[in-house]
Structure formats: C-alpha cells, structure tokens
Nanobody
Framework: QVQLVESGGGLVQPGGSLRLSCALS????????VGWFRQAPGKEREGLSC????????DYVDSVKGRFTISRDNAENTVYLHMNSVRPEDTAVYYC???????????????????WGQGTQVTVSS
C-alpha cells in the first residue's frame, strides 16, 4: 500500500538549517505531485511547497520562498525539504503528501492531496 514516511525533524537554533525527507513507497503510477505542509499548535495546516513528478516544476508559499528548497530524487523515491535560515515561527509538525488525481497541477490545494505521512516535529528555539 502507499506509504509516506517523513524524517529529519528535530530541534534547531534560529538561523540554522535542517533537511526533511519524505520516503515514498507503494505507488503504481510515477505521476504524482508531492507537497510539504505544516501545522503549528493552534493553527490550521498550511501548504509550503510542492514539486512535480519530474521535479522540473516547483512552487512555494511566500513565507518560505528563498529559505526553503524542495527537491526530488525519483531513483530513491524520496522528496526533500531543505530548510535554511529557520525562524521560531517555523516550529510545527511537518507533513508530506501526494496528489495523484490532478498530478498535472503543481499547486498546494490541500483537499486534492490523497495520501499523507504521519508528520515530523520541527522545533526552532535557542
């Protein structure tokens, strides 16, 4: 069955860097968008970034543009979120998710994402 497993979260100091990984398995199609989302305590889940099937198209929300980079290694079935210049407000549980039905739309429309991982905690604090 489809599985998404996030890893790489932890405690990081403000201004530091972290790399999250999303290991993907069980997909019968190679056409799907992968997105990264996060949810902070007391806040709604928000989309951060997404990447196309080939990795050639990406999108970012303004709050992380220029600080976070999404990448994809299809040979390893893994998608990464490279987080630089992190801030305390980046503290949240980070989730990866996949969108198959509308895989040609590289966007962060949350209800179109079919499968979700269990999340990994990122805490930014000194």
């Amino acid at each position: 069955q489809v599985q998404l497993v996030e890893s790489g979260g932890g405690l990081v100091q403000p201004g530091g860097s972290l790399r999250l990984s999303c290991a993907l398995s069980g997909f019968t199609s190679k056409y799907y968008v992968v997105g990264w989302f996060r949810q902070a305590p007391g806040k709604e889940r928000e989309g951060l970034s997404c990447i196309s099937s080939s990795g050639g198209t990406t999108d970012y929300v303004d709050s992380v543009k220029g600080r976070f980079t999404i990448s994809r290694d299809n040979a390893e079935n893994t998608v990464y979120l490279h987080m630089n210049s992190v801030r305390p407000e980046d503290t949240a549980v980070y989730y990866c998710a996949t969108k198959l039905k509308t895989w040609w739309n590289v966007d962060l429309v949350m209800h179109e994402y079919d499968y979700w991982g269990q999340g990994t905690q990122v805490t930014v604090s000194s």
